[in-house]
C-alpha cells in the first residue's frame, strides 16, 4: 500500500489501487490517482489534438521484458484518460497474479 499525505487536512491514508474498485477509483482525486500509480511505473499524461492520453512504463525486474499499458488517445478529460489506465493495470495485475 502507498502511503500519502493530502496538503489540505494533513491526514495519512493509504490506497492500495490495485485493491480498488472501479468506483473506488472515480472517487479518489486526480492528483491522488496519479501520485499513487507512480508506485507502479512511469505515468505520462497527455494531451493531444483528439483528447486525453495516458501511459504508464511498468516496473518490471526481468530483464528484457517490458509492460506498457495504454489508454487511447481519444478521452474528453485527463481523468478518464487516466481511470482507463488504471483499469487496465488492475487486469494487468491481476492477470500476472493469476500466472503464478
Do not use: P
Not at 44 to 63: K, R
Amino acid at each position: 500500500m502507498t502511503s500519502l499525505t493530502t496538503t489540505e487536512t494533513s491526514v495519512q491514508y493509504k490506497i492500495s489501487l490495485a485493491e480498488l474498485t472501479l468506483n473506488e477509483l472515480k472517487e479518489l482525486s486526480l492528483e491522488d490517482l496519479i501520485e499513487n500509480s507512480r508506485k507502479y511505473g512511469k505515468i505520462n499524461l497527455s494531451y493531444f489534438v483528439q483528447g486525453w492520453h495516458c501511459s504508464l512504463e511498468m516496473y518490471i525486474n526481468v530483464t528484457g521484458t517490458e509492460v506498457k499499458i495504454r489508454s487511447e488517445f481519444n478521452h474528453s478529460n485527463s481523468k478518464e484518460a487516466v481511470l482507463t489506465l488504471l483499469f487496465r493495470l488492475k487486469e494487468t495485475i491481476q492477470s500476472i497474479s493469476a500466472t503464478k
